[in-house]
């Protein structure tokens, strides 16, 4: 008796612990790398749903695309927070005061959403960069994915 206790007890636990809903959010951080403070760096972070079935359609003939049916302004959201950032170079350069800075604010936001119960699982990054003389522009860019368990 005592084993189809713990038999069942064990299902149980575990059939829990897979039935957890999980929701995820993605934070994005975009440094420029634009000379003189020209640039535009902001955290962004969306306060709005968006349903990927409502911009997706099917190929199946691998030609026919009926994407022409989807408004690319459906898949703009209207409600985002939005978070000024420090350019990576100023007027001379290098700006490594904007770099701690930014550093200060980007783990202040996800402090934040640590204590709110979301946990960091992963971040990828990628940049486009100043390639020389008459180029003078370039992003660097971040994307911070969290996940929490749903109650």
Known sequence: MLKNSLTISALLFVSLAFSQQ???KVV???????????????????????SIE????????????D?????RKDAKIDHFDETKLLNFYSAT??????IASNDA?????????VSAGWELTFVVSGVESDSGKDDGTGIFIIRYFFKRTLK
């Open 22 to 24: 999980v929701e995820y």
């Open 28 to 50: 994005t951080s975009v440094e420029s790398i634009v000379p003189m403070g020209i640039g535009r760096s902001r955290i962004i972070e969306s306060q709005q749903e968006i």
């Open 54 to 65: 409502d911009l997706t359609t099917t190929r199946t003939d691998g030609k026919k695309s």
């Open 67 to 71: 994407q022409g049916t989807v408004n």
């Open 93 to 98: 350069g290098i700006n490594f005061q904007n």
């Open 105 to 113: 604010l980007i783990a202040d936001k996800i402090n934040k959403l």
